[in-house]
């Protein structure tokens, strides 16, 4: 009897929710081949390969990493039949179009849906996601946590992979301290992600094989809070499942892959921002709520701002930067530090386009949007050193940093710097401690625990 042929695969991804889907699904299955991922969104994750010691026995040589631009001429010259997209925060237009190109060159097109890719765990998980990135996942994720610990937890963070250097060196990353951020030669994107909560003495786990970072992180943990990036629903089973919107940006919550997932299987759904958004664009969002999701709990909040030193704002000319995910997939135009400089009186907020050097000029170039802010793009020690090289060319008084880390730590700038800070702030009732609390009253697998 002849041997099946095993269904060739390529992986569309971004370095995150590929390697997982790939990892809990097709890594030891005999009937299919991945014979690429493709990468876009992050700088230069492209020409690598992931390595035969995280592609498993069926993949001796590793596994290439190729551009999506190349999808058709990936297709045909590998003989693939299906094409599986696997990164988030891109318009539901944008996931047909490469649905459309992968049919058009004659392949399957498959989206992985939760039942086959997220892990059971047997401590409780809080997931923490949201519709689009920029809608303040990351403080209502502190919230979260401050409240749980508050209850006496012992609360473990697992955030959304963002493994851009060595893979094989990022399997299982554990974060405790400071000096581990440079133990792991962490991005500016990690870096914003994982300081918050060290900040409050709590641990982080990130990397590639989610697998074993899940069961290393139970370990340590009475309750997981899997911290969500961009818009991707959570690699783990959540107990509860909170969701974040942003009215800045309404109708988004319904049109954009996979937020839109994330809006309909909400256990708690919080519209952020109530207090700079507009009251029209704010029913907007309760009215999708109701319509799609009804069961949810919903909860208004806003992200009060905090400067330190803001005297150092007023009448002077300020090059604002801003966290460089909610600016680019993200799709704003400003963030806390515009808001902080509107606040605070600056004279001027300068355009920083004119003194942009290497890839932050290609940044601009990609993302015609913006204009009078710079990202914080730092995917690499180069980039780091050219947004450093921005920062310090620019004809400015004052930095606001509007980023959730604090460049200072590892750049040398040579002006005065502000840091933006911004928490969650509910609005009326329900509030999060209740919800919390009336969830661990009835959390069977905190009952077992007992």
């Known amino acids: ?153 012992k609360v473990v963070a697992v955030r959304h992979p963002m493994p851009y250097g060595d893979l094989r060196k990022q399997v299982v990353q554990r974060f405790a301290t400071f000096e581990d951020l440079d133990k792991h030669e962490c991005t500016i994107e990690e870096r914003e992600e994982y300081e918050p909560y060290l900040e409050r003495g709590m641990v982080v786990y990130a990397g590639v094989d989610y697998e074993k970072i899940l069961r290393e992180a139970e370990k340590e943990a009475d309750i997981i809070l899997w911290d969500g990036g961009n818009n991707d629903f959570p690699f783990f089973e959540p107990d509860l499942w909170i969701v974040v919107t942003d009215p800045h940006r309404p109708g988004h919550e319904l049109k954009y892959h996979p937020g839109e997932t994330n809006f309909r299987s909400a256990d708690v759904i919080i519209i952020n921002k109530v207090d700079t958004a507009n009251r029209d664009d704010i029913q907007k969002v309760r009215e999708n709520i109701e319509k799609i999701n009804p069961n949810a709990i919903v909860i208004e909040a806003a992200s009060p701002i905090f400067v330190d030193n803001p005297e150092l704002i007023k009448g002077k000319r300020v090059l604002v930067v801003e966290d460089g995910p909610t600016l680019t997939h993200g799709g704003m135009s400003y963030g806390a530090g515009y808001i902080a400089a509107k606040k605070f009186g600056a004279k001027e907020i300068i355009d920083p386009r004119p003194y942009a050097v290497g890839s932050i000029i290609e940044t601009y170039k990609k993302y015609p949007h913006l204009s009078n802010i710079l990202p914080a793009m730092g995917y690499g020690k180069k980039q780091i050193k050219e947004l450093e090289e921005t920062i310090n060319r620019a004809d400015a008084d004052v930095v606001i940093m509007g980023t959730p880390v604090d460049l200072r730590r590892f750049m040398n700038l040579n002006k005065p710097a502000v840091r933006v800070k911004y928490e969650l702030e509910e609005i009326g009732q329900p509030k999060l401690k209740d919800i919390l609390e009336e969830w661990v009253k009835n959390c069977e697998k905190l009952k077992k625990k007992e």
């Open 1 to 153: 009897m002849a041997e099946k042929k095993r269904k060739r695969v390529v992986i569309l991804g971004a370095a995150g929710r590929d390697f997982h889907n790939f990892n809990v699904f097709f890594r030891n299955n005999p009937d299919y081949e991945v014979v690429a991922f493709t990468a876009t969104q992050i700088p230069d994750i492209e020409g690598r390969v992931y390595p035969a010691e995280l592609a498993g026995e069926l993949y001796p040589n590793g596994i290439p990493i190729l551009p999506e631009d190349d999808l058709e001429k990936i297709i045909k010259e590998k003989d693939v039949d299906i094409v599986v997209f696997a990164y988030s925060d891109v318009s539901h237009e944008h996931v047909m179009h490469l649905a459309s190109r992968a049919h058009s060159a004659g392949a399957d097109f498959w989206l992985l849906g939760p039942k086959s890719t997220m892990l059971k765990s047997k401590k409780p998980v809080v997931a923490v996601t949201a519709v689009r990135t920029g809608c303040g996942k990351s403080q209502t994720s502190r919230k979260v946590a401050q409240l749980l610990q508050e209850m006496g937890f």
